[in-house]
Nanobody, 132 residues
Framework: EFQLVQSGGGLVQAGGSLRLSCTAS????????VGWFRQAPGKEREWISCISSDEGTAYVSDSVQGRFTISTDNAKNTMYLQMNSLKPEDTAVYYC?????????????????????????WGQGTDVTVSS
């Protein structure tokens, strides 16, 4: 079965750190762009960060700039989201996603800004709760 399996997340105090993982199963991330998105209660899904699987330029939204870092490990077929200096407003369900796109930063950014529209795969979602 082709899927993305997430791990990590949980409850953390403001100022703390968490790392989310997302492992591809049944397919390789080579040739895919990958990203992280989140959805807070009562809000629309929001793009957080994205990168091509060949570890080209990474893009991070203004809301998490300087605090969150995306990375990939092709040997482990896994992507990560390192989250530092967490704030209560970061509380949300976090999702990873992957889409097979031709090389090019423009397509990567368009996919991210569409909040992952027409992604090929989505992770199951992980709760992140930041207490004040």
């Amino acid at each position: 079965e082709f899927q993305l399996v997430q791990s990590g997340g949980g409850l953390v105090q403001a100022g703390g750190s968490l790392r989310l993982s997302c492992t591809a199963s049944g397919f390789t991330l080579d040739g895919y762009v990958v990203g992280w998105f989140r959805q807070a209660p009562g809000k629309e899904r929001e793009w957080i960060s994205c990168i091509s699987s060949d570890e080209g330029t990474a893009y991070v939204s203004d809301s998490v700039q300087g605090r969150f870092t995306i990375s990939t490990d092709n040997a482990k077929n896994t992507m990560y989201l390192q989250m530092n200096s967490l704030k209560p407003e970061d509380t949300a369900v976090y999702y990873c996603a992957a889409k097979n796109l031709p090389p090019g930063d423009m397509l990567l950014k368009l996919w991210a800004l569409s909040n992952g529209l027409e992604s090929d795969y989505w992770g199951q979602g992980t709760d992140v709760t930041v207490s004040s």
